[in-house]
């Protein structure tokens, strides 16, 4: 079993930035791929980024492109996301989840509140 725990979210004014970490414990999550995803109220969750095993490959959502960026440790068994240029429309839970097999996310975190005043 992986538990995962988010962390960094909080209020933040629009054009800020925060840190999003998602710590893993219960296994390693090195063969893991891991993905950030957020949920706005009335709407349903969306993937904003995910990353490789390997920290290789990356994908982003349109929305997020050029502002957010997901790294990862493996070493510390942590993922984070870098928010950059914060806009309101990006208020929402922010979960991180990781997939053994690709696109099949098996693990979920508990979610991080994001929200940005305008």
């Known amino acids: 079993q992986v538990q995962l725990v988010e962390s960094g979210g909080g209020l933040v004014q629009a054009g800020g930035s925060l840190r999003l970490s998602c710590a893993a414990s219960?296994?390693?999550?090195?063969?893991?791929?891991m993905g950030w995803f957020r949920q706005a109220p009335g709407k349903e969750r969306a993937i904003v980024a995910r990353?490789?095993?390997?920290?290789?490959?990356?994908y982003y959502a349109d929305s997020v492109k050029g502002r957010f960026t997901i790294s990862r440790d493996n070493a510390k068994d942590t993922v984070y996301l870098q928010m950059n240029s914060l806009k309101p429309e990006d208020t929402a839970v922010y979960y991180c989840?990781?997939?053994?097999?690709?696109?099949?996310?098996?693990?979920w975190g508990q979610g991080t509140q994001v929200t940005v005043s305008s």
């Open positions: 990353i490789s095993s390997s920290g290789g490959r990356t």
């Open positions: 989840a990781g997939a053994l097999v690709p696109g099949s996310y098996e693990y």
């Open positions: 219960g296994r390693t999550i090195s063969s893991y791929a």
